[in-house]
């Protein structure tokens, strides 16, 4: 129980990584809050908690929308009594590879509301309660596009690079509060959504080949990275990026 009596906010906890964490956070203890757009997978997550015996609270909000997550970090407070934990994994990863000359604007602006802008408020909105706590963590969820310049996904590497910076910046802001702000960074995921890459021929046996372990990457290979940094053996650890990808960006 590492994570024991936690409160634990998790952005796009509908489905996938989300959803597995989500689940592994309450066999760890903790009090789970999952957020996401989609709100009936989402109630379906929290349902699937009670159902293992855990206390779950499921929100719709959309991490773009700084009102929905003052809503969100307020019903969280109001059901749990605080938040502990922060993870920032709601993101738009279901993008058809395409050159950077054919990207839209409106479809980088789209990708870094969600996946960038998305962060930083869900982080405004928890910092007071963790500040009153005297202590938190914040995990954000970065991916392994930023080390490797993944061709034709120039949008959701930016943004997923610009989570490493903001990561690095926000643990010197927050270290004299004791808040851990530390970094998670996939390889390629098998999710719901990631179906337009997974359509893309020769990408899912491209992936595995280069990869130390050959083998696909599954929600479940994060957890062990995202509970230890979430939890309190990870006290002196911040402003970190752990790449967990099966040995693909190695730096």
């Not at 995202?226 to 790449?243: C, K, M, P, R």
């Amino acid at each position: 129980m590492r994570l024991k009596d936690k409160v634990a906010v998790i952005t796009g906890a509908g489905r996938g990584i989300g959803k597995a964490v989500a689940l592994a956070f309450a066999d760890a203890g903790a009090n789970v809050v999952a957020v996401d757009l989609a709100f009936p997978p989402v109630e379906e997550t929290a349902d699937e908690i009670r159902a293992r015996g855990g206390r779950a609270l499921a929100v719709r909000a959309d991490v773009s929308k700084s009102d929905d997550l003052v809503k969100m970090a307020e019903a969280a407070n109001r059901e749990f009594g605080g938040i502990d934990i922060l993870i920032n994994n709601a993101a738009i990863a279901d993008i058809k590879p395409k050159p950077f000359l054919e990207v839209t604007e409106e479809e980088w602006d789209k990708i870094m509301s969600v996946n960038l802008k998305g962060v930083f408020l869900s982080c405004k909105a928890v910092f007071p309660y963790m500040k009153t706590r005297g202590k938190g963590k914040i995990v954000n969820i970065s991916s392994g596009t930023h080390f490797l310049g993944a061709p034709g996904l120039i949008h959701y590497a930016s943004s997923k690079g610009g989570v490493i910076g903001f990561t690095r910046t926000l643990s010197r802001e927050l270290g004299q509060f004791e808040i851990t702000v530390n970094s998670v960074a996939p390889g390629f995921t098998i999710t719901e959504g990631v179906s337009s890459l997974l359509a893309t021929p020769g990408v899912d046996e491209m992936t595995v080949a280069r990869r130390s372990i050959k083998r696909r990457q599954m929600p479940e290979d994060l957890i062990g990275a995202i509970v230890f940094l979430s939890s309190d053996e990870s006290d002196f650890i911040t402003g970190q990026t752990v790449v967990v990808d099966g040995g693909v960006a190695l730096h």
